[in-house]
């Protein structure tokens, strides 16, 4: 017992050589003589390394007098990080029996966390089977296992250590996720449209634009800059302007249906007369009459609104009885709340909305490097990929030039799911996550979001997504979340 406590650790770094049925260890004092066979590290099911190989003792030739003390170690990749496994004892003849009859004399065990105490009988065949656990930790993935050996000779002496490495374990996992490039459609005909709101102020029961007549003037000025801005851009063809009247549920349903028609209408004569040059065959006129949807918009712009919820409840459960839905509104104590409704929330419904719609020129890349910089809504999908890809795929100008498709397309699935790649790959996927959470609940981007999420380490988040991919009926993301799962399980602690 004293030689083993008062014996010194001497390390030698040692490199392995594979050999036919198991490691070969380089030429030491003893780990040379011993092969490393069927040697195999897995991780069981309740989280622990276990480690199983054979110690094949044929060439060994054990000094009858010595004891060598073999420990396995596993080391992490870095070397910062170890834990060690029961040890084996093999003793040669003289050895042997001097522990025996220590142990017998004094009642003590000299080895009590070997796995293992065996005598060598040299040039014969022997093998020692070795199987031991400890509990799993992270750092020991890409790690390997050392074999440390101490020993202890004659009259005390320590005879030193030595250390041979049998190889790596726990190969790193790197789930290859698929998270494709879609290759963008190309728009024949690419139609663009603008939506706005003209709120005419007209006199009572009157249908009679008048621009003198409160701040009509500013609005028809709107309207007329915007339609024009349209109309003498050279990219651009208008191909047709839909003028839509709306009205608030003030008065009679029918007499508000007519008199949204009539506005309509008016405004658009005046439109068609302020605009000479355009086609009057491209205007079209419709008529919607009250706008209760645009009420209900309305008053939950105002929280502070007297029983905001009942409002709220009038209009959602008003049925085809529009005027009734009136008069319970009038009826709402204090009478203050209908006058709010009046006064603040009926005017924004009184309104006509006119979209124009135009057709955009096609653009040559050098045109679009600039066109992009501006107005990317009036370029393709296909063209803003042809423009990053004129810069070259990786480059800096290559992404920027796709996050500028998506402020010009923001609901386009292509747009997006090219232009989170991009991140991706340039490691910025915390960047394409927080577009992608902002973006359309599509499979391919919740695919996309779920690559996204696992680049971060966020494989709680990502699994989420992958999940709801699949549930969309994007295939591929079942597989996505079956190879994160294993991943999940591989790292686990």
């Known amino acids: 017992m004293m030689e083993e406590r008062t014996m010194k650790k001497h390390i030698l770094s040692l490199a392995i050589l594979l050999a036919a049925g198991g490691y070969a260890f380089g030429q030491t004092v003893y780990l040379s003589e011993i092969k490393v066979t069927n040697r195999?590290?897995?991780?069981?099911?309740?989280?622990?390394?276990?480690?199983?190989?054979?110690?094949?003792?044929?060439?060994?030739?054990?000094?009858?007098?010595?004891?060598?003390?073999?420990?396995?170690?596993?080391?992490?990749?870095?070397?910062?990080?170890?834990?060690?496994?029961?040890?084996?004892?093999?003793?040669?003849?003289?050895?042997?029996r001097v522990q025996q009859r220590v142990e017998t004399l004094d009642h003590v065990r000299l080895n009590p966390d070997a796995i293992a105490v065996v005598r060598r009988k040299n040039g014969s065949e022997q093998t020692v089977e070795y199987t031991a656990s400890v509990p799993f930790k992270r750092w020991m993935i890409g790690g390997n296992i050392q074999l440390r050996g101490q020993v202890i000779g004659c009259a005390l002496c320590n005879e030193g250590g030595e250390t041979a490495t049998t190889g790596d374990i726990f190969p790193p996992m790197n789930p290859t996720y698929y998270k494709p490039f879609i290759a963008p459609k190309e728009e024949v005909v690419?139609?663009?449209?603008?939506?706005?709101?003209?709120?005419?102020?007209?006199?009572?029961?009157?249908?009679?634009?008048?621009?003198?007549?409160?701040?009509?003037?500013?609005?028809?000025?709107?309207?007329?800059?915007?339609?024009?801005?349209?109309?003498?851009?050279?990219?651009?063809?208008?191909?047709?302007?839909?003028?839509?009247?709306?009205?608030?549920?003030?008065?009679?349903?029918?007499?508000?249906?007519?008199?949204?028609?009539?506005?309509?209408?008016?405004?658009?004569?005046?439109?068609?007369?302020?605009?000479?040059?355009?086609?009057?065959?491209?205007?079209?006129?419709?008529?919607?009459?009250?706008d209760w949807e645009g009420l209900r918009r309305e008053v939950e712009k105002r929280p502070q609104l007297l029983k905001q919820n009942e409002v709220l409840d009038i209009i959602d459960n008003c049925g085809g009885d529009k005027d009734a839905c009136e008069e319970q509104l009038k009826a709402l104590v204090p009478p203050e709340i209908y006058q709010r409704l009046l006064n603040e929330m009926y005017p924004p419904v009184r309104r006509n909305e006119y979209r124009v719609e135009y057709n955009v020129r096609h653009f040559t890349i050098e045109e679009g490097r600039k066109m992009i910089l501006s107005r990317p809504d009036l370029m393709s999908?296909?063209?803003?990929?042809?423009?990053?890809?004129?810069?070259?795929?990786?480059?800096?100008?290559?992404?920027?030039?796709?996050?500028?498709?998506?402020?010009?397309?923001?609901?386009?699935?292509?747009?997006?799911?090219?232009?989170?790649?991009?991140?991706?790959?340039?490691?910025?996927?915390?960047?394409?996550?927080?577009?992608?959470?902002?973006?359309?609940?599509?499979?391919?981007?919740?695919?996309?979001?779920?690559?996204?999420?696992?680049?971060?380490?966020?494989?709680?988040?990502?699994?989420?997504?992958?999940?709801?991919?699949?549930?969309?009926?994007?295939?591929?993301?079942?597989?996505?979340?079956?190879?994160?799962?294993?991943y999940n399980e591989y790292m686990a602690e």
């Open 381 to 486: 999908v296909s063209e803003i990929q042809q423009v990053a890809d004129s810069y070259g795929k990786g480059t800096p100008e290559y992404t920027e030039c796709l996050l500028a498709g998506v402020k010009g397309h923001p609901t386009d699935v292509t747009a997006l799911n090219n232009a989170a790649l991009a991140l991706i790959e340039a490691n910025r996927a915390a960047e394409a996550a927080e577009m992608l959470e902002r973006a359309p609940q599509d499979g391919a981007l919740q695919n996309m979001l779920g690559a996204a999420y696992s680049s971060m380490g966020e494989t709680a988040k990502a699994e989420a997504a992958f999940r709801r991919a699949a549930e969309a009926g994007y295939t591929q993301a079942s597989d996505n979340l079956n190879q994160l799962l294993r």
């Open 190 to 290: 690419k139609r663009r449209s603008e939506t706005r709101a003209a709120h005419i102020q007209f006199r009572q029961d009157s249908h009679r634009i008048d621009p003198n007549y409160l701040n009509n003037r500013s609005e028809l000025d709107s309207v007329h800059h915007s339609i024009e801005v349209v109309k003498d851009n050279d990219d651009l063809t208008i191909t047709g302007i839909y003028v839509t009247g709306y009205a608030s549920p003030e008065g009679k349903f029918d007499y508000n249906m007519n008199l949204s028609e009539r506005r309509a209408k008016a405004f658009t004569e005046y439109v068609k007369k302020d605009m000479e040059n355009i086609d009057p065959a491209i205007y079209h006129v419709a008529w919607k009459g009250e």
């Open 40 to 96: 195999e590290v897995t991780k069981t099911a309740d989280r622990q390394a276990n480690v199983s190989m054979e110690l094949n003792l044929d060439e060994l030739d054990m000094k009858r007098q010595h004891s060598l003390r073999l420990t396995p170690v596993i080391l992490s990749a870095d070397g910062s990080q170890e834990a060690e496994l029961p040890p084996v004892v093999i003793n040669g003849k003289v050895r042997d």
